[in-house]
């Protein structure tokens, strides 16, 4: 199947900045020549089956559903779309394979699966990477250098735990749950995947995995993977359709956990989809993070912050840093740097090594962007955007700062999943944490100051289940990640997200 290549007109920029001393409103003197990632690195089908039992099948009624280039809108490929007697497939096949095969493996066997599968991972990065940013839109400088690697990372670390289960939790025996059925989003599609397996499978459960419908295809390269690690069937199986199938998923009683990273809209609705049962439930959704600045942080080092904490994957990230909260005395500065930084960011072709800010997953995330930034300038809020050019087809959105914002406005309240900061000022540390702290989600925060005791301070008195100090979207498997309120329950990575998977009994 052969795709577009998107016309982008090359990057002309914005005028140069003031403070770079070209004189004001002259064009900034170079541009990036396009740098394109090679494609051919990835074979595309023209189709795609679910995965169950260790093979490739179509979906029993044989319905396909079509998953698009969101940089171009053209088709890349037509994917399986399950039914209820798939999902049911998919649960059997999972259960025969913990019973008889999984849950019974010495955990120093299935080490050496999850150590494969973490090589063969890194072996196949590059493929990874290119259709990671092909089916998101992500750019390929994060795909390649954080997506890919981190998921390779999850399964090394996790295999590290598989048999040592008996030292994880002291005192306590360790017993896999069974079957987990995992729901993941489209947003980070193949570092969700291993967040969700890589425990899972340590501890000896099997899985069921139903991957995002806009982002089904890293999901399914990584069921290749499995097949060429020599997995037994049966232990992953992933299963690709609409929501009403990730519900059934969730719904099967032959499902012993449930996992979901997504809205919280449909975390509520998966809670009620297990309450009255025993399953257990781990939900990651939405944030709404603040990203603090003092008057005594480092200026420089917050700008590059600030950008990576809201820019980053189109600011299609649950912990995103999508509220600037800066104290008054230092605010003009740091807008004004902040503007400066923004005319530098390049937005266009996923593919391209030099991009920054890639496209926005889907026209119906894209249209959401746009009515929230809307509902900003409505409400009174100051829009500013860089003047840069943007591809002539795909879902893109130009780097967004609002100022002016109170903390009563839509876009200082809601999750807006996309590249747009809402800035608002503060003058003493009391009136930050008040300001941090209003809002139903808990999931992130990030704090600049020099001062090592208000960093403890401050830290201390955050409801956010990760507080970056003087850097912000950093992620490590061994460090455990999760909400407060209505960011969700339970925690990933770490011993932490080990525990998500075991039943612990006395010895
Ligand atoms: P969803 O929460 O709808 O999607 C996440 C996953 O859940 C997908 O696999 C989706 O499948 C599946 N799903 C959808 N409906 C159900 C259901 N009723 N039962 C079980 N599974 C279901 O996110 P959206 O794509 O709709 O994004 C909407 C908003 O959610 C975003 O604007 C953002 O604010 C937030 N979001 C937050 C994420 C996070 O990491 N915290 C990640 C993604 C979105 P399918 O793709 O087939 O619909």
């Not at 090679?38 to 679910?50: C, M, Q, S, T």
């Not at 066997?109 to 890194?122: D, S």
């Not at 609705?269 to 990203?291: C, P």
């Amino acid at each position: 199947m052969t795709t577009e290549t998107p016309k982008l007109r090359p990057w002309t920029g914005d005028r140069a900045p003031a403070s770079w001393g070209l004189g004001e409103g002259q064009a900034i003197p170079w541009e990036y020549a396009p740098a394109p990632e090679a494609r051919e690195i990835v074979r595309l089908r023209e189709r795609y089956g679910l995965f169950i039992n260790g093979r490739e099948v179509p979906a029993a009624d044989g319905a396909t559903f079509t998953s698009i280039d969101p940089s171009t809108e053209q088709p890349l490929a037509q994917v399986a779309r399950a039914t209820p007697a798939d999902v049911d497939r998919a649960v059997r096949a999972a259960r025969r394979a913990q019973r008889r095969n999984w849950g019974a493996l010495p955990g120093a066997e299935r080490a050496k699966y999850l150590f494969r599968i973490a090589r063969l991972l890194q072996e196949r990065s590059r493929e990874f990477a290119v259709l990671e940013s092909m089916d998101s839109g992500k750019p390929i400088k994060e795909s390649r250098d954080v997506d890919i690697p981190l998921a390779a990372a999850h399964f090394w670390y996790y295999a590290g735990w598989a048999d040592k289960l008996d030292y994880a939790f002291p005192g306590r025996v360790a017993r896999p749950l069974g079957v987990a059925g995992q729901i993941i989003p489209w947003n980070f599609p193949l570092l969700m995947l291993a967040w969700k397996i890589a425990p899972a499978l340590a501890a000896g459960n099997t899985v069921v995995l139903k991957p995002a419908s806009t982002t089904p295809l890293s999901a399914l390269l990584f069921a290749d993977l499995c097949r060429q690690a020599d997995l037994p069937p049966g232990v992953v199986n992933i299963v690709t359709g609409p929501g009403e199938i990730g519900m059934h998923l969730v719904r099967h009683p032959g499902i012993d956990k449930v996992a979901f990273t997504g809205s919280t809209a449909v975390g509520r609705l998966i809670a009620q989809g297990v309450a009255g049962t025993d399953k257990a439930l781990t939900l990651e959704l939405g944030g709404k993070a603040a990203n603090i600045v003092f008057e005594d942080a480092p200026l420089d080092q917050a700008i590059e912050g600030i950008v990576n904490g809201i820019y980053f994957n189109q600011g299609e990230v649950c912990c995103a840093g999508s509220r600037l909260l800066v104290q008054e005395s230092i605010a003009d500065q740091l807008i004004g740097k902040l503007k400066d930084r923004l005319a530098t960011i390049r937005v266009g072709d996923p593919l391209d090594k030099n991009t920054d800010v890639g496209a926005i997953n889907s026209r119906q995330q894209l249209e959401r962007i746009t009515e929230l930034v809307n509902a900003g300038v409505a409400e009174g809020a100051e829009l500013y955007q860089p003047a840069c050019e943007l591809p002539e087809r795909g879902f893109f959105f130009r780097p967004t700062l609002f100022t002016n914002v109170a903390m009563s406005h839509l876009i200082a309240r809601e999750e807006i999943f996309g590249p747009v900061l809402a800035t608002l000022t503060f003058r003493t540390p009391e009136e930050a944490i008040e300001k941090a702290n209003n809002t139903p989600y808990g999931l992130s925060a990030g704090i600049w100051t020099e001062k090592g005791s208000r960093i403890l301070m401050m830290v201390r008195r955050m409801r956010a289940g990760v507080v970056w100090a003087n850097t912000f979207n950093r992620f490590d498997p061994t460090s455990p990640f999760g909400g407060y309120k209505e960011s969700g329950f339970g925690r990933e990575g770490g011993v932490h997200g080990l525990h998500a998977y075991v039943r612990l009994e006395d010895r």
